[in-house]
Every structure is written in structure tokens, then in C-alpha cells.
């Protein structure tokens, strides 16, 4: 039986660094072999580090640190916690992945080494080489895209998928405001990410079985709309009917 409720590709977007590879541990590492520093958690990310670095009077970049790290100790970068689990487990459910990053070129070809070697469910990568991630979001067609950088989330909010802040020690500063909360999802481990993408699937399914719409990637926008314009209520009792009645 057919069943165009039910996506073919359900197409999530993931951020590299602080995602699917944790990197501040060797960031930490060689800004103290290399510049004799100690980095708080607060400086492993770009803005953080450049800003630390300049009170210091100190004339290192981030792009200098990660440029060095890149090219000599990409493979010391951590895989998180359940990361593989959580994607090779959407994998059977329909889930591709695309990986988006605005890595120089030369950082850009050890990133896709990496996620080979490691994840082998993910097939696609784009580089923006600096144009806005909100226009591959828009050609991608996502349906949800993960990053641990809120700003960039919230570059995002104008575009019809589900934002996914994927909370890290180093961004314990970083609370998701009262506006972000309606629009941004937070979640601090991989289960917790495959339990939201796992609702989202389940919702976009719930929208076309009760609409009669077929659920692909022409419809992605018209079912984002749906589930956002649903009282959260309506939109759990529709989840519950569906997942007794057909899921």
C-alpha cells in the first residue's frame, strides 16, 4: 500500500565543528603548546577567542589556531556521545543528511575526510564559501537543521524548518531569550536530538495523513506552516491519533 504520508527523504542539515566533532579539548591543547595560553571554554569559538586573545594584546587569530589544527591534528577532533547511533537510527527511518559548513577550502576537504571515516550515513556536504547558509537551507529544502551556534540558529528563523540549539559546555552562556524559545528547539545530548527529529517526522506525517497531502519536498513549506499555526494541544492530540491508528 502507498503511503505518500510518509517522506521518502527527510532531509536534516548539521552543522561540523561542536556537532558532529567536538573540538575544544585539542583547541585547548595546542593554543598552550603553540601560544603558551590557556584557553577558558568561553574562547574555542571564533568571536571568543579573537576577543580573548585582543584584551591580551596578543596577535593569534582563531583562524590561524584552527588552520594549524586542521591541517596537522584534524583526526583528534572527538566524535559526541550516541552522535553515530542517533544517525545511522534516523538513517533506517528515511532521514538523509547534509552537512553545511563556511570552511575555507582547505579546511573544508579534511571535514569531509573525517565525517567518511566516521559517519558513513552522511553523503552530502556543501561548503557556502561564504555566502549565508540561508540560501542552501532554502535550495536544500530542509526540514530541520542542528548547530551549537546560536547566532547562526537564529540567522535562520525566517526559513520553514525546525531549528535545533545543540546546547555545549562552552556555550553555557548562551540562553536561548524569550522569542527564541518559540522558534529555536534546545537539546544537550544526541538522544535527546534523534527524540526531537523523531517528533518533527512524526508531526510532518500526522499533518499529510490528516490533510491527505503527499509529504515531500514541494510540500515541506506548506507542512511547516501547518504544524507552527497548530496549538501545541491540537498538535499533540493529532500526534497521539496518529502514532495509535497508523504509526
Not at 29 to 50: N, V
Not at 95 to 104: F, K, Q
Not at 183 to 191: C, G, L, N, P, Q
Not at 207 to 221: F, H, L, T
Request: charged fraction near 30%; include cysteine.
Amino acid at each position: 500500500m502507498v503511503k505518500p504520508w510518509i517522506a521518502k527523504q527527510f532531509i536534516v542539515g548539521l552543522d561540523f565543528d561542536g556537532v558532529l566533532a567536538l573540538g575544544v579539548d585539542i583547541k585547548r591543547k595546542y593554543a598552550k603548546k603553540w601560544y603558551g595560553i590557556d584557553l577558558p571554554l568561553e574562547a574555542t569559538k571564533e568571536a571568543g577567542f579573537d576577543s580573548f586573545m585582543r584584551a591580551r594584546g596578543q596577535p593569534y587569530t582563531y583562524h590561524q589556531l584552527i588552520g594549524e589544527i586542521i591541517a596537522r591534528h584534524m583526526m583528534e577532533y572527538k566524535v559526541p556521545q550516541g552522535c553515530q547511533q542517533t544517525l545511522n537510527a534516523l538513517s533506517k527511518r528515511g532521514v538523509a543528511y547534509v552537512t553545511i559548513t563556511s570552511r575555507r577550502q582547505s579546511y573544508y576537504e579534511p571535514m569531509v575526510q573525517f565525517c567518511h571515516e566516521h559517519f558513513p550515513s552522511i553523503r552530502y556536504f556543501h561548503n557556502t564559501k561564504d555566502q549565508p547558509k540561508t540560501d542552501f537551507a532554502k535550495r536544500l529544502r530542509l526540514r530541520a537543521y542542528v548547530d551549537d551556534g546560536l547566532s547562526k540558529l537564529q540567522e535562520l528563523r525566517d526559513i520553514p524548518l525546525e531549528l535545533i540549539y545543540f546546547r555545549q559546555e562552552e556555550n553555557r552562556r548562551e540562553d536561548l531569550g524569550r522569542k527564541d524559545k518559540d522558534r529555536i528547539h534546545e537539546a544537550k545530548s544526541w538522544k535527546a536530538i534523534e527524540d526531537l527529529i523523531i517528533d518533527v517526522m512524526d508531526l510532518h506525517e500526522a499533518i499529510c495523513w490528516d490533510k491527505g497531502c503527499p509529504n515531500n519536498v514541494y510540500a515541506s513549506e506548506y507542512i511547516f506552516q501547518e504544524s507552527h499555526k497548530m496549538p501545541r494541544e491540537r498538535r499533540q492530540k493529532l500526534l497521539q491519533r496518529y502514532r495509535s491508528q497508523v504509526r
